[in-house]
């Protein structure tokens, strides 16, 4: 397993954290006075002289400088201008480097200057040769919410690696929704054709930490495990796509308690025990996984999605089919082939799969075993024709086929 670290390197604590040793790790700081000698950083190493709001709080998202000089929600805003606060950051990442990790996601990269963190990972390692080959380099995902009309844009990043394309979770979620009229036949041209970054730079996912429970950015129609059967649709479509490198979510559920439409229940964290301890996340005889933890990766339709992109990777998105409305289809060139009914009525087509003849075995419904398909059979003729039927009362409405899923 790669590990990705989510690297908050933007800032430290909350200026209200106050003093003590209840850090994570137990070492002494002074939030009021920025004294950090663990580290260490002191007041010579924050922005406040910077920053040029009232508050010291970023108030205006339309002033560049005050978003990436001032505090975020009042977290003390590191001066990452500083070689000296740039080499503690490198320091410790690399250190993870060390230790085995495959890359980092980068918190917050929108408060941060391009250029201060390019600085930053121009001092990182090479991956470490004992896990990775050698030249390797760390994978990097920049945390940039840009749903338009802010002048801070996704594309101040390309430089420094990947970035969160927001977008593409707050459009797919309207989609399979069929709210304002969207349908699923206008995702043909899916990808840079809706106005998302280019496929080389993004990074989506259909829903995120934040935006499952209505933090950070896309709004009532992100989808998330709640909706258990849209959720897998959007799953399904986006790892079937070629558009973007792709992150798949895996989440733990808590009390949701929705007043005036607003969960207030949104701050909850992990499934504890009483002393506040984290739960262990059990493993269900069915493979899921038991003590709230949801596991969305463990679900067979998305493990099995999962293996259709690895399988089709490379191939052209090719064979698209509509009917006008959410009933769809396309290939990844000869490697695989996808169907979605997301319509009120039952679906009953023949289409051109690109797929050598044979019978195949679906991955939604079920998968291959040995010799023999645990559920639904595919039967594809020696044009590359076959007939699919999807009842939009299935459990999931749609069908998955691969070339090694083939009997």
Avoid at 64 to 86: G, M
Avoid at 184 to 206: C, I, Q, T
Avoid at 281 to 289: E, W
Wanted: aromatic share 12%; with cysteine; charged share 25%.
């Amino acid at each position: 397993v790669h590990i990705y670290v989510d690297a908050v390197i933007n800032h430290m604590c909350g200026a209200s954290a106050g003093a003590g040793d209840h850090a994570t790790c137990g070492s002494y700081f002074n939030a009021k006075a920025e004294d950090f000698p663990a580290v260490p950083y002191s007041g010579w190493d924050f922005n406040d002289h910077k920053c040029k709001s009232r508050s010291g709080d970023i108030e205006d998202y339309h002033d560049i400088s005050q978003v990436r000089d001032c505090r975020l929600v009042s977290l003390l805003d590191l001066a990452l201008e500083k070689d000296y606060v740039r080499s503690k950051v490198a320091e410790y990442m690399n250190y993870l480097i060390d230790i085995g990790v495959a890359g980092f996601r980068v918190d917050a990269a929108k408060h941060m200057w391009p250029g201060d963190v390019k600085a930053i990972l121009d001092k990182l390692k090479d991956l470490n040769t004992e896990w990775f080959s050698a030249g390797a380099k760390p994978f990097i995902y920049q945390e940039v919410i840009d749903l338009g009309g802010e002048p801070i844009k996704s594309s101040d990043y390309f430089g420094n690696g990947r970035v969160t394309e927001f977008k593409y979770g707050a459009k797919l979620g309207t989609v399979i929704r069929k709210w304002n009229g969207e349908k699923m036949a206008y995702l043909k041209n899916w990808g840079e054709g809706w106005g998302f970054m280019p496929s080389d730079r993004a990074l989506v996912f259909v829903d995120n930490h934040d935006n499952q429970r209505g933090h950070g950015a896309g709004g009532a129609s992100i989808l998330t495990f709640w909706d258990a059967r849209l959720y897998k649709m959007a799953v399904g479509f986006m790892l079937a796509h070629p558009y973007g490198f792709t992150r798949v979510m895996s989440s733990f559920r808590w009390p949701r308690y929705f007043v005036n439409g607003r969960d207030i229940n949104d701050w909850v964290g992990p499934p504890s025990n009483s002393d506040g301890s984290t739960k262990a996340v059990t493993i269900n005889p069915d493979t899921t996984c038991g003590n709230d933890w949801v596991c969305e990766h463990r679900w067979r339709q998305i493990k099995n999605m999962v293996i259709f992109r690895n399988v089709v990777d490379g191939q052209p998105f090719s064979n698209w089919w509509d009917n006008g409305s959410n009933q769809v289809a396309f290939g990844r060139g000869n490697k695989g082939f996808i169907v979605f009914n997301n319509d009120d009525w039952s679906l009953n087509v023949t289409l051109q799969t690109g797929l050598p003849a044979g019978t195949y075995c679906d991955v939604i419904s079920g998968q291959k075993k040995g010799d023999y398909c645990t559920a639904l059979e595919v039967h594809i003729a020696p044009d590359g024709m076959a007939n699919f039927l999807i009842s939009n009362k299935d459990e999931d409405p749609f069908i998955a086929i691969h070339v090694d899923a083939k009997l």
